[in-house]
């Protein structure tokens, strides 16, 4: 088997560049890749577009790199957790692409699938459509939506092995399995990384064969940002 | 006239046994406390869970397990999880029997607008285009009338639109209104002690009703 | 939690007419819905349209169906294991479309995931490209193909549970999870049917969504097509 | 003049550590079989299998493990299973690194045809098209004529095509072949003691050679 095996997060994303395209997984703060974002903290790289669902709140998460200001454009279906991604949008030090969550899902897939472009009735009509084709098939219209092109994608997942292979834990898989599929280069980082063997062939969610590097993080913080409870009798 | 609980209680009327549901932020979660018992319905959050239960103990919380609001929550047993692309291919496919959610705006041709105020910071659409673009069946939970007493039920909406031609029913503190195939909100209930009258200067869009609108039944 | 348990076969299937489109789930003779093609054969239902990548062998699988003369057209990538199969196709008693498998399988995904055509580059300058439209994404050409539109997916899986959630038991996933997101109606049948809370979710391939029916098959024969072993020193 | 093994042999000279591959039907198979000590390989198998091993032990056969020649076999530690759109989203996507397959003819600007006979029972493409349509790398295992002496490496194909302009390389009992981008078959290396004369009068298409080139190695 292939050992995808890198030392940590910053040799993991050692060469990613100002200017880059990064996809980086997660809904909220559940699954998002805590070391990798710590370590392009750390690195300062600056200038980048990144492809999530959401950006992050002010101290955690892509809002660690908002107050560095090294993203130039976010691309997501819901920001605004964040009153310092606000304050650069508003002030046009940002650029934000908003767009409908089911299309960012399946424009991530569609380039892990080598799929150039999908159909989605997503934003027909709303000004989504924009400058976007249009096509009508069965009576009904859908807009032709491009696959994503990501210099890199960072995806958190729970178990991992050497060889690559991912297994998410519950809501956390999210958007972690398209973008794992969809980089030009993909970097995994594990809560558990173990050695190819010890994972059920039939659980993996997604083939090592998208992975080109893997490590286990550490200091897991797993922030929630709703804690929504009831009471036992 | 409904309070919140009153409209989720309503729209809890709307559904049947072995609908998949899809619940929206504000009043559709509400939705959730008050399904009849015997009837069996599956609720999916669209971030990748079907059969969503319902908040944990205190103490049970689990950083890894939240809904689309981003609240913690739990599974029932026959629950599943799946990645965000299969969630909204399963919205598409219209596997999901209903969807409920929130408006700003709703026209008599069934557009509505809900994410997204000129001028205003906008936080984005999240899963909410997906859904009204592919849903077999929406129901609209909202105030009548915004906080400015306008009303909400529009000739045309006046906001950026989340979807055209897609709202089929529409459940307020006040009424319960169907939007007609060609165009036009038809009145079908009246809440408790609301008049035809009331309705109809609430109801800027074009209002239908029977002489005789039944009030509706809470129980 | 929704039931979605039947009683067996016979039920599952009763409702499928003469005429109708059922997909199939299986890779040669893995993986395939043994009970209910034994229940179709009994059944007598005719003039089926046949989405499946294979046909089946004379004495088993589709070729069971083959013999009653049940199908007038296979949409397959390869056949033929099947001389009963080939009989037919060269008298002109059965139709068939052979397509790439890859475009198969991605047009079953396309029915599942409500996007009504894909674009693949498979079968670009063949004859399979006759007809269709033939566009170009950054400088590649793409086929455009549309989703399928069964009546019925009949799969098979190796447990599942009341709420019809399916696991499948190594390379006899293949076509089966795609297919069970495709039918609009979707029967499963399992080798072992456990109580909904019994499967783990995060180790569920088909979500209980797609499928309709399900009920636990007996007498698996699960015959193996080629037998190819080796010996121990 | 190499034998079936020869070719295989010299085939999995190609393979370099790292590689994700995929083997057709017939010589391609053999190949895995001469995979150089310490270089790390992946075989994928389009049914949906990365990490294919060898035939299980006698006694020892899954009806449920195949690869995509339905022949039993075994998976390795780090193997993993998916279903079939998503191996062919990965032949697509192009994360697969070379795929090896066999074909009837072979023309000149890299066009290839191994799936149809007019006149003759047709099994299929299989995944095939797919296949050769996708992968960034791909090489022919074949002979050099067919039965009736005719050559097989082509002007132009005269068989029903399987894929257009996009084999690379051809291993077959007499040489190593590239195909040229500007067209054309380029004579990497001879089989032992075959002269370039001989490869000359078994390739009808147009066939560069240097004045010097090299017999193969196998070892």
Redesign the interface.
Known sequence: MINKVVSGADEAISDIENGNTLMLGG?????IPENCITALVKKGVKDLTCIS?NAGVDDFGIGLMLQKRQVKKMI?????ENAEF?RQ??SGELEVE?????????R??AAGYGMPAIF?????????AEGKEVRNFNGKDYLMEYAFDADFAIVKA?KGDTAGNLI???????????MAMAGKITIAEVEELVEAGQLDPDHI?TPGVFVHRIFQGANYE???????????N | MLDKDGIAKRIAREIKD?F?VNLGIGIPTLVANYIPEGI???L????????MG????????????????????T??????????????????????DLTILGAMEVSENG?IANWKIPGK??????????LV??AKNIIVAMQHVNKAGESKLLPTCTL??????CIKKIVTELAVLDVLPGGGFKLIERAPGVSVDYIRQATTGKLFADDDVPEMSLN
């Open positions: 809904f909220g703060l559940c699954g669902n997501s279906s819901y920001v605004g606000e949008l508003l908003l767009i409908p969550q089911g299309t960012l899902a399946t991530c897939m989605t009735p997503a934003g027909v009509g709303t000004e989504v729970w998410f834990r519950s809501t956390s898989r999210n958007f972690n399995p398209v969610h797993k922030r929630i940002e709703q804690r929504t409870v009831r009471t036992k | 072995g998949y069996n319905v599956v999916q959050s669209e971030n990748g869970l079907l059969g319902p908040f944990p103990f205190e103490g049970e919380e689990d950083a890894d397990l939240i809904n689309a609001g981003k609240q913690t929550i599974t029932l047993p026959g629950s599943s999880i799946f990645d965000s692309a299969m969630s909204f291919g399963m919205i598409r496919s219209q596997k999901i557009d910071m906008v936080k984005g659409m999240g899963g909410a285009m997906d673009a592919s950026p639109l989340t979807g055209v031609n």
